[in-house]
């Protein structure tokens, strides 16, 4: 029999908030969204469950906290009245697709030098993950 270890992730829940630019931003407490916008004026930030096809996009109020474990997208203030086609849901739909998995690489640090035996020898390599652009 052999030694068998395991190790679990204690990853704490955060809002997160995909920018205009397709940047991730975390928060692992309540922030408000006027916080966010006094940063971003040309913005405005929305639920991603609120998000459907050829409807109009609700902004958060200025009041309301981002929820721990949900997903928000800052959008330009342009958007704020016009109904979402299904080619720029898309959009977003690859920018956090994007941004999420440039997080997770970070975060599991698969970016690291590593070493293993193999066939006896010490081989030392990096890991090189990235994501790829569309």
Same mark, same amino acid.
């Given at each position: 029999?052999? #030694? +068998?270890? $395991?190790?679990?992730? =204690?990853?704490?829940?955060?809002?997160?908030?995909?920018?205009?630019?397709?940047? %991730?931003q975390?928060?692992?407490?309540?922030?408000?969204?006027?916080?966010?916008?006094?940063?971003?004026?040309?913005?405005? #930030? +929305?639920? $991603?469950?609120?998000? =459907?096809?050829?409807?109009?996009v609700?902004?958060?109020?200025?009041?309301?906290? %981002?929820?721990l474990?949900?997903?928000?997208?800052?959008?330009?203030?342009?958007?704020?009245?016009?109904?979402?086609?299904?080619?720029?849901?898309?959009?977003?739909?690859?920018?956090?697709?994007?941004?999420?998995?440039?997080?997770?690489?970070?975060?599991?640090?698969?970016?690291?030098?590593?070493?293993?035996?193999?066939?006896?020898?010490?081989?030392?390599?990096?890991?090189?993950?990235?994501?790829?652009?569309?």
């Amino acid at each position: 029999m052999g #030694i +068998c270890t $395991s190790t679990h992730s =204690t990853s704490i829940a955060t809002a997160k908030l995909i920018l205009t630019d397709g940047t %991730l931003q975390e928060f692992s407490y309540p922030i408000r969204v006027s916080h966010i916008i006094n940063k971003n004026p040309s913005t405005f #930030i +929305c639920n $991603s469950d609120e998000i =459907t096809f050829d409807d109009v996009v609700s902004p958060l109020n200025d009041n309301e906290e %981002l929820q721990l474990g949900q997903l928000y997208f800052a959008l330009q203030l342009t958007n704020l009245k016009h109904p979402l086609q299904p080619q720029e849901i898309a959009a977003l739909a690859v920018k956090a697709s994007t941004a999420l998995a440039v997080a997770d690489v970070s975060t599991v640090g698969l970016t690291k030098k590593t070493s293993y035996n193999v066939g006896g020898k010490r081989q030392n390599f990096k890991v090189m993950l990235d994501v790829i652009p569309e």
